[in-house]
């Protein structure tokens, strides 16, 4: 079987790894990266093996599919062209820059029987490999994302850049439209929100609560799932996942805590997470979660099947990850109809003392957002 001949188009932090890893895919070839910046691309290029292009039109009869790794703000048109050129695409998140350029995309795609797959790459994190079958019926999660100032994809706020993956992941395990939506952010650094809590309700009665931060000291990746049968902690970074399993006494609730004896209750006190909630904490396997991806894009080309993150879901997570930057930009942090609203204004003064930042919140709110 011929190799799947492959680019990676740009050549930032995310497309070095890209193309690093794509050298390495057994039953691919990775024949070109494509970057406007010579020496980047002329570097990566060099180190895997690959011809440097300057622009993706000159892609045209050379490759199978490509990954794309560009700003945001470039997603929609470098994905277009590239699916006009026969060519099936891996696009990393988000998928556009808002929901009616990834519709576009989607259609296109379609339209081109071509494989269009958004690049959630927690969705092959071996941690929560681990447990997502077993997460039936959620109706309780809780998602925290935060980490200190990247410095880079600075062209979408913090719910674009970094709460999109745990929204992909909640929308993967309720299989439920959204019925609610209330959020509330804070712009620190730039013009873009930086922090960001949402909390969604689902037609299921699932409740989620999401948290993501670019301004946080410390680092954190983790999700917590309540299901009628069990409570799951999903640690993206360190990639362990510890499961608890009610026992028999308490699913059938005939442990009575208050009828306890004192050594009784001295002795479940000691063994609690032995004998009521049963503990189990599992190590994640050993693997590389973007290789895996990328697989999984190989897999679907040859086989002629769906990725296991479509181009649709990429569509369902920017219609919410919409919904949540409108909450986010109409927040009234004063309650009142003439107080302060919006990420910007989070931080701000009240407006008895209004300056030169207050109408820039105001137009702010009121206007359009770039990319998040």
Known sequence: MKPVKLAVVGTGHLGRIHARLAAQQPDAELVAVVDPDETACTTTAEQCGAEP????????????????????????????????????????????????????????????????????????????????????????????????????????????????????????LTKSPVVAVQALGLSVLGKHEDVVNARLTFESGCVA?????????????????????????????????????????VRQRQLDVDALSPEEANHLRNHFFEEVLVQETVEGAEGNALADEQLDFLTAIRQGAAPRVTGQQGCDVLAVAERILESVETHRWDGGADGRVGPLAGLMPSPILRGPHWNLAREHARGHREAG
């Open 53 to 172: 292009l300057s622009g993706i039109e000159a892609l045209a009869g050379k490759v199978d599919a490509a990954i794309v790794a560009t700003p945001t703000s470039t997603h929609h048109a470098v994905g277009m062209q590239l699916l006009d050129q026969g060519l099936h695409v891996l696009m990393e998140k988000p998928m556009a820059a808002d929901l009616s350029e990834a519709q576009e995309l989607d259609a296109k795609a379609q339209a081109c029987e071509k494989i269009l797959q958004v690049g959630h790459v927690e969705r092959f994190n071996p941690a929560l490999g681990r447990v997502l079958d077993e997460l039936d019926d959620p109706k309780y999660i809780d998602a925290v994302r935060v980490s200190g100032y990247p410095f880079r994809s600075t062209d979408v706020g913090v719910v674009l850049d970094l709460m999109i993956h745990d929204l992909d992941v909640v929308l993967a």
């Open 209 to 249: 609560n999401l948290t993501a931060s670019r301004v946080s000291y410390q680092a954190n990746r983790s999700m917590q799932v309540w299901t009628p049968e069990l409570f799951a902690a999903v640690d993206f970074g360190m990639r362990t996942t510890t499961v608890l399993t009610p026992s028999d006494l």
